[in-house]
């Protein structure tokens, strides 16, 4: 299971930072993946770690605004979300991947967490 966490009301220009826990598997051997869904749109990707927290990669509409990390000794990801815009108004979700190999993974998905931005 994942457990996200740290959404709520925060005014353009500011920042919030998610968490997202996960529970019940072993959390380093899954890549985290932030996504979100605004009202009346689909769901898009935000930003990606890979399991060790190597490489990170992020949408380039919230590119040098976001940024994600891990702490896999808390079991623990986050989005740290800065110069928050009003388009950034969605519920938040995570996401762990973990290949097993044949095209085939595995995966599991946070509750997610709404994110409000008001002018």
């Known amino acids: 299971q994942l457990q996200a966490s740290g959404g709520g009301l925060a005014q353009a220009g500011g920042s919030l930072r998610l968490s997202c826990e996960g529970f019940?598997?072993?959390?380093?051997?899954?890549?985290i993946g932030w996504f979100r869904q605004a009202p009346g749109k689909e769901r898009e990707g935000v930003s990606v770690i890979t399991k060790g927290g190597e490489l990170t990669h992020s949408a380039d509409s919230v590119k040098g605004r976001f940024s994600v990390s891990r702490d896999n000794a808390k079991n623990t990801a986050y989005l740290q979300m800065k110069n928050l815009k009003i388009e950034d108004t969605a519920v938040y979700y995570c996401n762990a991947e973990r290949r097993v190999g044949g095209g085939e993974s595995v995966d599991y998905w946070g509750q997610g967490t709404l994110v409000t931005v008001s002018s």
């Open positions: 019940g598997f072993r959390f380093d051997d899954y890549a």
